[in-house]
């Protein structure tokens, strides 16, 4: 079992940034493949960003490009999602998960989320 933890939410004004952290425990993620999504009250949940096992490749939402990166330190089982430029429209809760098959598809483990809220 993977058990995966978001912490680095908060309150951040306009054109701030914050860093969101991914823990993991249980078995290892360092070969899954590991995604960040987030999802309003009432919304479909949206994706974010995502990274290779490796962490050579990146994948961007169009939303976020520009201005989010996702990284990842396998040695400490750990995802990160660094967020620049932050805009009122990303505040919602955001989710780290983790995609054994490497798909893209199945993200069988998710975390409990945590808060980003960005004031105008």
């Known amino acids: 079992q993977v058990q995966l933890l978001e912490s680095g939410g908060g309150l951040v004004q306009a054109g701030g940034s914050l860093k969101l952290s991914c823990g993991s425990s249980g078995r290892t993620v360092s070969n899954y493949r590991m995604g960040w999504f987030r999802q309003a009250p009432g919304k479909e949940r949206e994706f974010v960003a995502a990274i290779s096992w490796s962490g050579g490749m990146t994948y961007y939402a169009d939303s976020v490009k520009g201005r989010f990166t996702i990284a990842r330190d396998n040695a400490k089982n750990t995802v990160y999602l660094q967020m620049n430029s932050l805009k009122p429209e990303d505040t919602t809760v955001y989710y780290c998960?983790?995609?054994?098959?490497?798909?893209?598809?199945?993200?069988?483990?998710w975390g409990q989320g945590t808060q980003v809220t960005v004031s105008s």
């Open positions: 998960a983790a995609d054994p098959q490497k798909t893209g598809r199945t993200y069988d483990y």
